[in-house]
């Protein structure tokens, strides 16, 4: 079996800390309702790979929460390691990343005895459990908008003056062909963009900040603090 990439990493940086590790955390219940349910047998393979399929969203959103929850106090806020942990967002989205990905979330790892990261089987759900894997695989890989960086900061800029103008007495309806074409441009940049897993797309502060775009004053005000935190995090 080809490894995944994230086991090519010295074993070393793959040992959690007395100190980092999370066996002592309770986990944090998922509310998987909006997910279809998955049986009791576990799937060998993410049955929510595919971005054109109805339940990805939901379980990147639903995986997003799960994992910042449960998971980030040792693998990073975002999937974003700082090196104690796997990043578990180079895990390649295909057969090979799941098979590692749910030996560790089923059984957990241990070293001499001592429990590096716990078991999730019996807490979390298999449905809980694929939510969290669609989420880290749609995490843009490093420098992914290096190259649109000066352009969402423009439209950033664009929809701040254009919440200020509504705030002055605009109305919203006369922004209505702007906003649409910065958001079709932001939805385009997002799809141009690599994740660090291979999966075939991105989801990222640039994708919500264009979903929020519906037109009222509240998604402009929205929208522009989406971009302003994403941008800040990649500076």
């Known amino acids: ?11 070393a940086a793959l040992i959690y800390s007395n100190v980092m590790a999370h066996g002592d955390v309770t986990p944090q219940a998922m509310d998987v309702s909006d997910l279809p349910a998955l049986g009791e047998e576990w799937l060998e393979e993410n049955p929510w790979r595919d971005p054109e399929g109805e339940n990805w969203l939901k379980g990147v959103r ?23 942990a796997p990043d578990l967002r180079l895990l390649s989205a295909d057969a090979d990343g799941d098979e590692w990905y749910l030996e560790r979330f089923r059984n957990g790892m241990t070293q001499n005895g001592i429990t590096k990261m716990p ?21 843009p890989a490093d420098d992914a908008f290096k190259e649109h960086d000066g352009r969402l900061h423009a439209i950033r800029d664009e929809l701040k003056k254009i919440s200020e103008a509504i705030a002055a ?6 922004f209505t062909e ?24 991105a989801e ?20 522009t603090e989406m971009l302003t935190i994403g941008l800040s995090a990649t500076e």
Not at 1 to 11: A, D, N, V, Y
Request: proline share 5%; hydrophobic share 40%.
């Open 1 to 11: 079996m080809k490894l995944p990439l994230i086991l090519s990493i010295p074993l």
């Open 62 to 84: 639903l995986g997003d929460s799960g994992y910042n929850q449960n998971c980030a106090r040792c693998h990073g806020l975002g999937g974003v390691s700082g090196g104690l």
């Open 119 to 139: 078991g999730f089987e019996g807490i979390l759900t298999q449905e809980a459990a694929w939510a969290i894997r669609t989420y880290l695989e749609t995490r």
């Open 169 to 174: 007495g605009g109305k919203p309806e006369d």
């Open 178 to 201: 702007a906003v649409a074409g910065m958001k079709k441009e932001m939805d385009e940049i997002n799809a141009a963009v690599k994740t660090a897993s291979k999966a075939p797309r």
């Open 204 to 223: 990222s502060s640039v994708s919500r900040a264009a979903a929020a775009l519906d037109g009222t004053p509240e998604s402009f005000n929205k929208a």
